[in-house]
């Protein structure tokens, strides 16, 4: 089988550009395509997809997006959007990618970062107080996918934007149970102290709020 290779090399092509660009090889070139990018402008998931829309067979990825330069497309990015964006029936175990994620990480040396989608340690995790209610009721109103699909699971930060549904998920992680009324008080004092030291409580921290007001 013949394969022709689009390798955008020094820069991303613009989405629609590639689109074209694809659409137009195909036309004159009766064999299986395959593309590989890279993310100088951020596109590279954006563009493998594109290629995959005007008619690509094989796309290159990589585990965390890894590679030359910025990288190329992450493997579970184009995974996931090929699957719940395209309807493909994409034949990977996704529940592994956040441990494959941390393998390749370890062996690599090259660190992922905590905002990076799907696998980064923050993909599923917040504080405000607002969005962590609205997770607990129905999670799928303020995110795309669920973290149990890639391994993942959801995790809660506590600080000044925190809520009584933030207290209640970390309690419950605990297994503590509390009134309304030392909710309210390891509230307030959550939220004094991220105003104060200007960054979310550790658990350590939370743990010892909790202690104070409950068990003391």
Known sequence: MTLVLIELRAYDSAISELFY?????????????????????????????????????VVHISMNGIGERCGNAALEEVALGLKLLYGL???????KFYELSRIVEERSGVKV????????????????????????????????????????KHS???GKKSGKASIQFKL?????????????KILEKVKREGEEK????????????????IFS
């Open 21 to 57: 660009l694809v659409c137009k090889i195909r036309e004159v070139c009766k064999v299986p395509l395959e593309a590989h990018c890279h993310n100088d402008f951020g596109l590279v998931v954006a563009n493998t997809l594109a290629a995959v829309a005007a008619g690509v067979e």
């Open 89 to 95: 029936d994409v034949k990977l175990k996704f529940e």
């Open 113 to 152: 970062s905590v905002n990076k989608p799907i696998v980064g340690i923050n993909a599923f995790r917040f504080e405000a107080g607002l969005v962590v209610d609205g997770i607990i009721k129905y999670p799928l109103t303020l995110e795309p996918i669920l973290p149990e699909l890639v391994g993942q």
């Open 156 to 158: 809660v930060l506590l």
């Open 172 to 184: 419950k992680e605990l297994g503590i149970t509390a009134t309304d009324e030392e909710i309210n």
């Open 198 to 213: 200007k960054r979310p409580l550790t658990d350590d921290e939370f743990k010892n709020i909790v202690k104070e007001i």
